[in-house]
């Protein structure tokens, strides 16, 4: 039985080691406190700007990011499942008010947050073209696919493309920059 047949099939598994798996969770638990350990004495010695450029710091977080991946592979080859582990995502507290709560339709299930990204380079020799005008691709494709997601019956509530990180929903002071 092959890797694709075994794990990616839809019978169960029926016994499963997850001592692997274990493993992986406290090498990356590991890195993470030990991440906590260094960004605290160097925000001690530094600004917040410099401590998140810090070498102490960018390299920690490069290895959490192997780690992940690591845990993401041992995960995915023993139960053929694609977590995803990576994501943030704040839930509002319960008597919190947010200016940015948007009615949806009767009977919709709560918006979520979905984000696409992108690694972009301008080629060697591509002297008419601009990183800045990844932008306003982007913002073009936005438009796009709001577009087809609305003809699909879907209800967008907010869309935004944004450069360095995902967009802040609900951020006017973010958005305006």
Known sequence: MSHEDATHGP???GA??????????????????EYV??????????GA???DEDPRVLALENRIGHLNASLFDVLHDALGMH???TSSVWEPEEDE????VHELPEGAEPAEAFYLGFVVAVPPG?????IDGVIDLLDEAGEQATNRLAEGGYEVVEWAASRGGAPAFGDDDEDDE
């Open 37 to 46: 350990g260094t960004a605290v004495g160097v925000r001690a010695e530094f």
């Open 11 to 13: 019978a169960p598994l």
């Open 126 to 130: 591509g002297a008419d073209m601009t």
């Open 97 to 100: 008010e947010h200016e940015h």
């Open 83 to 85: 977590p995803d582990l």
């Open 16 to 33: 499963v080691d997850p001592e692997p798996m274990h493993r992986a969770v406290d090498a990356l638990a590991a890195a993470l406190h």
């Open 49 to 51: 700007a410099e401590a």
